[in-house]
């Protein structure tokens, strides 16, 4: 089931042109994303584990935008519906994920709420409503963040059971009678 969503990457190749099966003209490119997150238990920043995505989009307006100005390397945060495959790799039996994110919205860089900006700089001018506001909104975002974070590691458990599967299958298919029926 497709989940909304904000992600914030760097695009590894350039946006590409493509059409659907059905004939839909769209751009796709992929998007890796590992922003590094806050460890509260350890008190400390780590990285996270790279994670990629397909996006693709298909407005008409921001199709071409997105093929003007947006190259390999690029910062972008996309929000859009995101939808996880999971699949065997054929070449090394390994349970995978594949993250398709259908595009809504593709902007540069990362949302203003994540800069590194001081947080008393912009209180100080907008007044202390605008911390407030931007309080809400940080803690509207963390718990976005956790919620796929779980979703992430119960999308993995998943990948891990259909591996324990695929490995018990292939037990089972390559016995002495493998082949043969009775």
Known sequence: MPRGIEVTGRLTNDPQPFTSANGREMVGFRLADNNPYFDRNENKWKEAETEY???????????????????????????GNLKADAYI??????????????????????????????LGAE??????????????????QLRQEQQAVAE?????????????????????ASGPDAGWER
């Not at 994110?101 to 203003?112: C, D, F, I, Y």
């Not at 931007?134 to 509207?140: F, G, L, P, V, Y």
């Not at 458990?157 to 089972?172: D, G, L, R």
């Open 53 to 79: 995505y397909d996006v693709a989009l298909d407005r008409d307006g921001l199709k071409e935008n997105v093929l003007a100005s947006l190259n390999k390397g690029d910062k972008v945060t996309v929000h």
């Open 89 to 118: 790799d054929q070449q090394t039996g390994e349970a995978r994920a594949q993250n398709k994110l259908w595009a809504n919205e593709v902007t540069v860089g990362q949302p203003h709420r994540l800069s590194k900006a001081p």
């Open 123 to 140: 209180a100080e001018t907008a007044g202390p409503e605008a911390e407030t506001e931007r309080t809400a909104e940080q803690q509207a």
């Open 152 to 172: 992430t590691e119960q999308a993995r458990q998943q990948i891990q059971q259909a591996q324990q599967s695929w490995e018990t299958i292939n037990q089972q």
